[in-house]
Nanobody
């Protein structure tokens, strides 16, 4: 069992940047692939980014390519989502998730085993 805690959300103007963090409670984090998802009001939760256990492979949704970067620091049990050139349509609750089979870059929310509680990101126009 692992607990995930997101932080770093907030209110930012369009064009601005934020870095989200996802801290894991267990050293087994090192073996997990990590994903970021987001859910806007009235919409389904959607895939944003994923990274394998080693950090050597990543995957980004088309809507965030060139603007967002996913990374991780296994020594700190933490995954990150660097968001730049933010747009109002990026407004959502952002969730991190862990996939216990660390070599996959899954985009389906039901394929992840553990979830954080979410952090709100609001981008004003």
């Amino acid at each position: 069992q692992v607990q995930l805690v997101e932080s770093g959300g907030g209110l930012v103007q369009a064009g601005g940047s934020l870095r989200l963090s996802c801290a894991a409670s267990a050293r087994t984090f090192t073996y997990y692939a990590m994903g970021w998802f987001r859910q806007a009001p009235g919409k389904e939760r959607e895939f944003v980014a994923a990274i394998t256990w080693s950090g050597s492979n990543t995957r980004l949704a088309n809507s965030v390519k060139g603007r967002f970067t996913i990374s991780r620091d296994n020594a700190k049990n933490t995954a990150y989502l660097q968001m730049s050139s933010l747009k109002p349509e990026d407004t959502a609750v952002y969730y991190c998730a862990a996939d216990t089979l660390g070599v996959r870059l899954r985009i389906g929310q039901y394929e992840y085993d553990y979830w954080g509680q979410g952090t709100q990101v609001t981008v004003s126009s």
